[in-house]
């Protein structure tokens, strides 16, 4: 039967079939699958085993494979392949998406309880809520992962195959830092170069009704230093104005990382900046923002649209890189006076990096930098406290164009935005910096879906989007083999 039938079959069968799909992520959702509380590990593996079980309904052979080490051994990768068809082609996909979830806590500002998934109604008025299902887990990642189950369901129901070559690798720890990640992506590091693309929905749409692709995400460089001086603290009358006084030396340095224009200082830091082409930054201007609006929101005005000179409040989020103290700590910050000059102060500064930056080069140029400014009489101690490298896929990739054109399709001919995001997708970078894989970023969720907060949701209506698109980007990669 030609490609484009199945694909027709298909979407019938995920009509025909929603309620159904609404039920099975319900009952994912009841399942506590916390991460980063040991109390729940036996919960965190059944919620890897029912997302094993759907790949095993698809026509898959999943494997729960362990990770960690026999003293501190981690949750289970779900993780399946799938070899394509006969006479395949096409890409190699590979799907990420992880099954944990983050505590509920607090549990008293839930309107229901966090894992008793509630379908609430939709709300009246303009850009409010739309029908939803209220549970921890509901927009990250569970349901937005289940929409690419029931997309694998459908494909195998109506056309007996999934039509790519295509590998699935669930992760049970993103939301306890992946701390077992980088190894597993190491030891299956054959069987993960041969992934031409990886497919991540774990990311946001631009508004309600305005579908989108995040084609970027920045990576990040985050360190820690510390600076001494005098080895005791000192009493500020009698050694004020004769001594180095680290709080002080720690300020002036640190003020001395951005010039008038608001740039980095640091020797090379623009280096391997790439620039965002004359097309993005004419598609990104007229893509629907109100970022006055944005600043009300946070309680700031219009004047505090500020940043590197020569750049629109966008183009800083998502093509330039940035330099920002995270936290400074020194003397004494309790309550009343203490009048001391400390032997010691600290500050912690991350890094947000664009595309080609690499995050060891950025912190060896920093380290250099410390050096060359080192207040006299007073060293330097440096913590690095890690990173990952920002991913990019170039916007005529034949992967981006694929995932525009379902989007669209699933969408009934909404464009589908082409957007960045100004954080970091630790994974994203994981894979471009270890195994040069760009990411496709197919995300469904909205800016209202309070993730990580109490009463997390997920609207029916991009549950229904995200299965739609699933099923149409694995038409889309299966024509690309011709």
Same mark, same amino acid.
């Given at each position: 039967m030609e490609l484009?039938?199945? *694909?027709? /079959? +298909?979407?019938t069968n995920l009509n025909a079939?929603?309620?159904?799909?609404?039920d099975r992520l319900i009952e994912w959702l009841r399942i506590p699958s916390i991460s980063t509380d040991p109390a729940y590990r036996a919960e965190v593996r059944r919620a890897?085993?029912?997302a094993a079980d759907r790949l095993r309904d698809a026509g *898959?052979?999943?494997e729960l494979r362990e990770t960690g080490t026999p003293g501190a051994p981690g949750h289970p990768i779900v993780?399946?392949?799938h070899p394509g068809p006969a006479g395949y082609s096409g890409p190699h996909v590979l799907f990420y998406g992880h099954y944990d979830v983050q505590p509920p806590d607090p549990l008293e500002l839930w309107e229901s309880p966090p894992f008793e998934p509630v379908i609430k109604p939709a709300e009246r008025g303009e850009d409010v809520p739309g029908e939803r299902v209220v549970a921890r887990g509901a927009v990250d990642d569970k349901g937005q992962v289940a929409s690419f189950l029931e997309a694998l369901r459908a494909w195998h129901a109506e056309a007996g195959e999934i039509p790519v070559r295509l590998t699935v690798l669930l992760e049970g720890e993103e939301e306890s830092g992946s701390v077992n990640l980088e190894r597993f992506v190491k030891e299956h590091d054959a069987h993960l170069r041969s992934c031409d693309v990886c497919v991540?929905?774990?990311?946001?749409?631009?508004a309600r009704g305005e579908p989108a692709i995040t084609y970027g995400v920045r990576g990040l460089a985050y360190t820690e230093v510390i600076l001494h001086g005098p080895n005791q603290d000192l009493h500020s009358g009698m050694w004020g104005g004769r001594c180095p006084n680290p709080i002080n030396e720690l300020s002036k340095v640190l003020a001395r990382l951005w010039d008038q224009d608001r740039r980095v200082t640091i020797p090379g830091f623009y280096d391997d900046v790439l620039e965002p082409t004359p097309e993005e930054r004419r598609a990104w201007a007229d893509l629907p923002l109100d970022y006055p609006a944005m600043l009300g929101k946070i309680g700031l005005t219009k004047e505090a649209d500020i940043g590197e000179k020569g750049w629109t409040a966008l183009e800083r989020e998502w093509a330039r890189p940035t330099c920002?103290?995270?936290g400074i700590v020194g003397g004494y910050t309790g309550k009343g006076a203490k009048t001391v000059i400390p032997t010691h102060a600290s500050a912690k500064i991350s890094f947000r990096l664009v595309a080609d930056q690499d995050p060891g080069k950025i912190v060896r140029a920093f380290r250099g930098w410390l050096d060359a400014n080192t207040p006299p009489g007073c060293r330097w101690e440096f913590i690095d406290h890690g990173g990952g490298f920002p991913g990019t896929v170039s916007t005529d990739s034949p992967y981006l164009a694929a995932a525009r054109g379902a989007l669209e399709a699933a969408a009934g001919g909404k464009q589908a935005h082409l957007i960045k995001s100004g954080g970091s997708i630790p994974v994203v970078g994981l894979l471009k910096g270890q195994l040069g894989l760009d990411t496709l970023l197919i995300g469904f969720? *909205?800016?209202?879906? /309070? +993730?990580h907060s109490p009463n997390e949701k997920f609207e029916l209506d991009c549950f229904r989007l995200g299965m739609h698109t699933h099923a149409c980007l694995l038409s889309e990669f299966a024509e690309m083999g011709g």
């Open positions: 484009g039938m199945r *694909l027709e /079959r +298909v979407r079939e929603e309620q159904s799909a609404i890897a085993e029912w *898959l052979a999943p993780w399946a392949h991540i929905s774990d990311t946001g749409m631009l920002d103290i995270n969720g *909205l800016d209202d879906d /309070r +993730v």
